[in-house]
């Protein structure tokens, strides 16, 4: 719980420092490599992680990694979360700010599942008719269930699209029930 | 032989799967992060309403009650087994709500609205959320008609109108659930054609039984069916086995039944059996989805929770029909102790109470009602002006002997006076005792406590006061039949009445033995 809030806050402070600086391109660059060398070390999360480890030695160990290859802004804000005592979130931090950067730039994650895989004209089509729908531009992550037997399944947020064959028959076996079934 | 050509059975199919829709379905979802004890936390599910229902896999449904920033908690009204954490949760997009119509009376429902009493499915045209708003001040009109419970101590001095919520509370084992099935059975008399003639509408009837056993609850619906009663009345049944988010629902469903025919300008009953139980049901679900406890450890809202419930019986104004719901909450107290939490909540929250005490009930006295505790702060007004009447010396003569009775034990040692208050006040006690499932008619009430106040009982022994009771009204029944058609017609004690009482308890005096 604690965790989605901490987090929404830090990102959404950044997030807004670097529209208001006019630093946002530089400031986004910074946060994917961020996460990138995160993701690159596991180490380095186990560091940023223990509580035996004192803050100062936090802060230089971020210093000598970071420094001269970032933004100077985006090194005060991982400063500032060190001495805020809340290093353990940045990965969450980070990836809620590429959230916003999406949500900003009005740029849709969609998954999408299919039963095999889409050749590139049908994605193509897909991610046109999606984007039209939603007018917003379409970034497609692709799933492969071969359990929904045909069609496609594209999740949007919270909002699903259910094209499925799978999902038909369960409608049709739900129709043909109708009457006898009930609540629970 | 009959023959079936397969083009047939194929134009069939193709006629009952016309309607089938083949396009893309859209639908919200969410995953289940954490589930267990009849909670279940989602992730996702962004728009979803507050108690909305959620479909979960399994054919297993859920209620939104918790909100959260990041996260929905839901409660399952199935069994928390069939989910697993990572289960997809659909929205269905409306609130929970229950079938409502006169398809239900005479059946057994869960608070759902599924039928479980093995009699078939029940279609109905019409769905009613279950949680709805009371109306406000401008739809309601004063409470004026009498609901007629058939029991004597009850009609005559803590009058219930239709529209009113009295609290029946007590102990264990004093009797509460029959005053409530009594008062259910006496509404048989409002469907005959002899009530529509006098103008007295049909009351129908719901009880809700809450966290009760099984086995009470077929006992109930048993007595009710056996005394003709089913026909009018619905059992919406959330036992002590069902998981607590069906206990909780259970009288808020009632009340959407009785709201159902009150909107349509009739008369319903709602008893709800029994609101402490509803309580702790609440009480289960809330420490579970980790809101702060409070007094008794019960949530915050336990308040919120029984006065938007009874708050939804109501008088509804001529311009909307004139229907009512009338609502008699069920309290059970421990040893006697009103003043705990939900008890004094309910009393607050009520238009009276009626006392049920076990020591009353131990002595005797049944219905064990204590007359000098119990009150009806709206009834009056309903009340008919023959009853109010007779009432109003009944009342004093009770006090006197409640302020005396001290004093029996002293016995020939008090004065004439105080002997005589006494004894009246005895026999008076006695008249007021009846039997279970016997409701008697308002005009009869009227005539006995005449009869007990006007000094007609003093002369007869207090064993035989039920028996003479009884003769004499068999007596007038028979001889001076005008004098009941004059109270049912005219609702008043005329002197002409009187004089006709008088001469024939003179009369029946002679020949009692």
């Known amino acids: 719980m604690s965790q989605y809030k901490v987090s929404i806050r830090y990102s959404s402070a950044l997030f807004e420092t670097a529209i208001y600086k006019k630093l946002f391109e530089v400031i986004s660059e910074d946060v994917k490599f961020i996460l990138k060398v995160f993701h690159s070390s596991k180490q380095l999360v186990s560091v940023m992680d223990s509580p035996v480890i004192k803050g100062q030695l936090k802060l230089s160990i971020i210093d000598e990694i970071f420094k001269d290859k970032i933004n100077i802004e985006t090194l005060y804000f991982l400063r500032f979360v060190i ?93 043909f029930l109708e009457g006898g079934a009930t609540l629970n | 032989m009959a023959e079936v050509r397969p083009d047939e059975i194929s134009a069939i199919l193709r006629k009952q799967l016309s309607g089938f829709e083949s396009e893309a379905d859209i639908y919200d979802v969410g995953t ?63 609130v929970a709500s229950m079938p409502v119509g006169e398809e239900m009376l005479g059946r057994v429902i869960t608070p759902l609205g599924v039928p479980i009493d093995g009699k078939g499915g029940i279609t109905t045209n019409k769905f009613l959320p279950i949680e709805r708003k009371a109306l406000g001040v401008i739809q309601r009109a004063p409470v004026k008609e009498p609901l007629q419970t058939g029991i004597a101590a009850i009609d005559s001095m803590i009058p219930i109108g239709r529209g009113q919520r009295e609290l029946i509370i007590g102990d264990r084992q004093t009797g509460k659930t029959a005053v409530a ?30 966290g009760q056993k099984g086995s009470t609850v077929a006992q109930v619906v048993a007595k009710l069916e056996e005394n003709g009663a089913m026909d009018y009345t619905t059992v919406i049944s959330a036992t002590a086995a069902e998981p607590a988010p069906l206990q909780f629902i259970a009288p808020y469903s009632g009340a959407t039944l009785g709201e159902f025919f009150r909107d349509n300008g009739k008369h319903a009953l709602v008893v709800y059996d029994d609101l402490s139980k509803q309580a702790v049901a609440y009480r289960e679900l809330s420490l579970l989805l980790r809101r702060p406890p409070g007094r008794e450890a019960y949530p915050g809202d336990v308040f919120y929770l029984h006065s938007r419930l009874l708050e939804r019986a109501s008088k509804l104004s001529e311009d909307l029909g004139g229907g009512s719901l009338t609502a008699l909450p069920i309290i059970e107290t421990q040893q006697g102790d009103v003043s705990a939490y939900i008890p004094t909540n309910v009393i607050s929250i009520t238009d009276g ?23 009806s702060r709206v009834g009056g007004n309903a009340q008919i002006k023959a009853m109010k009447k007779v009432a109003g010396s009944l009342k004093l003569d009770l006090a006197q002997y409640r302020a005396l009775e001290a004093f029996a034990k002293f016995g020939s040692d008090l004065d004439t006076h105080t002997q005589k208050t006494l ?57 001076y039949k005008q004098v009941f058609d004059v109270i049912k017609k005219e609702k008043q004690l005329s002197d002409a009445s009187i004089e006709l009482i008088k001469k024939a308890a003179d009369e029946f005096a002679v020949v009692f033995k």
């Open chain 1, 83 to 175: 001495k805020k005592g809340r290093e353990n979130y940045f990965i969450n931090i980070f990836e809620k700010y590429l959230d916003l950067m999406d949500e900003h730039l009005g740029i849709v994650n969609v998954d999408v599942k299919t039963a095999f895989k889409f050749d590139d004209n049908q994605s193509k089509v897909l991610t046109e008719n999606l984007g039209q729908k939603l007018n917003k531009q379409i970034r497609l992550n692709y799933s492969i269930d071969e359990t929904i037997i045909g069609g496609f399944i594209a999740k949007i947020g919270d909002t699903v699209h259910d094209a499925s064959v799978k999902h038909q028959l369960e409608l049709l076996k739900k129709k």
């Open chain 2, 181 to 210: 099935i009594d008062a259910i059975i006496n509404q048989k008399y409002t469907h005959t054609e002899e009530a529509k003639t006098l103008g007295i509408d049909p009351v129908f009837c719901i009880y809700v039984a809450v």
């Open chain 2, 353 to 375: 109470q009626i006392y049920l005490e076990s020591s009353l009930f131990n002595s005797g006295v049944r219905p064990a009602i204590n007359v000098g505790i119990s009150v």
């Open chain 2, 423 to 479: 004894a009246k006040g005895a026999r008076l006690v006695e008249l007021l005792k009846q039997g279970q499932y016997v409701p008697i008619q308002v005009e009869k009430q009227v005539v006995a406590i005449y009869l007990g106040t006007n000094g007609y009982l003093d002369n007869i022994d207090i064993a035989d006061v039920k028996r003479y009771e009884k003769e004499v009204l068999e007596f007038i029944e028979m001889k």
């Open chain 2, 32 to 94: 289940v992060l954490q589930v267990g004890d009849g909670i279940a936390r989602v992730y996702g599910l962004s728009q979803v309403m507050m108690s909305e229902l959620v479909e979960f896999p399994n054919d297993v449904f859920g209620m939104v009650l918790n909100l959260d920033e990041d996260s929905v908690g839901c409660v399952l009204f199935g069994e928390s087994r069939l989910i697993k954490e990572g289960d997809t949760v659909k929205r269905t997009k409306r």
